[in-house]
Structure formats: structure tokens, C-alpha cells
């Protein structure tokens, strides 16, 4: 079982005292590095990894935002741990999750129709975990 911080960020690979117990669907854990490029002067952006799931996101006061997802094995189910991640984690700091720019269709149609997420124009989707 992985561990979350209640205290703090783990999405922000932050120390914490306080911890809970979180299981991802595959017990998988979340990595997270510095994303090198700067992309956007506004926010800082980092890489993560999720089984076989790469992306790139960052967090802001309102939201956990995720700019791009990939799944090097598609099929495995893996994708579903990473919004498992998010969602555990939007739920504890009562943020939003944001994934901007979503061209796929086929992925956009699922997050609406399957995960609660609304469209919120110009390509993004958001649910609020508050």
C-alpha cells in the first residue's frame, strides 16, 4: 500500500509527518521529476510516471492541472491509476482536476461520460473534488 501525505503535497514530492493509506487500482506509485523547459512563466510545470503512464502537470491554488498524459501500454488499465492519483489528491486539498488540451475525442467522450468531468471550453475538461 502506498502512502499519501495529508499534510502536504506528495504530487509536489514534499516531506510530511501525517500520512494516509492510498491503494491505486494496480498498487502502483507516483513518481514525479522536474520538468526542464519552460513552458509557461505562470506555473512549473514536472513530469510524472504511473506504471506505464508518463505526463506532464502542475497545481496551482485552485486546481491539479494535467497538460498530457501517455500510456506506453495501452490496455493495461494504468491510465485509471493516474486519475486515481489525482482524484485521491484533489480530494484531500478540495482542488479541481483540470487535463487541458485534450484533442483525443474518444478520451475526452470517457472523462465526460465516464468520469464527471464537464467541458469547459476550449478543449479542457475540470472536476471539482470539494
Known amino acids: ?3 499519501i501525505c495529508t499534510s502536504a503535497h506528495i504530487l509536489q514530492n514534499t516531506l510530511c509527518t501525517e500520512v494516509q493509506d492510498f491503494q ?3 498498487n502502483l506509485i507516483f513518481e514525479v521529476a522536474p520538468y526542464p523547459y519552460n513552458i509557461d512563466d505562470k506555473n512549473q510545470w514536472s513530469l510524472f510516471r504511473v506504471g506505464t503512464c ?3 502537470w502542475c497545481s496551482n491554488q485552485a ?3 494535467i497538460l498530457a498524459i501517455t500510456n506506453n501500454q495501452q ?3 494504468h491510465l485509471s491509476d493516474v486519475l486515481q492519483w489525482f482524484e485521491q489528491s484533489c480530494r484531500r486539498d478540495k482542488k479541481a482536476l483540470r487535463i487541458l488540451e485534450v484533442w483525443n475525442s474518444k478520451f475526452k467522450n470517457h472523462l465526460l461520460n ?3 468531468f464537464k467541458d469547459v471550453g476550449g478543449d ?3 472536476r ?3
Do not use: A, P, T
Request: overall charge positive; aromatic content about 8%; charged content about 30%.
Open 114 to 116: 465516464k468520469r464527471q
Open 75 to 77: 490496455g493495461n488499465g
Open 54 to 56: 508518463e505526463g506532464l
Open 63 to 65: 486546481s491539479y492541472d
Open 24 to 26: 491505486s487500482e494496480h
Open 1 to 3: 500500500m502506498n502512502r
Open 124 to 126: 479542457n475538461v475540470s
Open 128 to 130: 471539482h473534488f470539494r
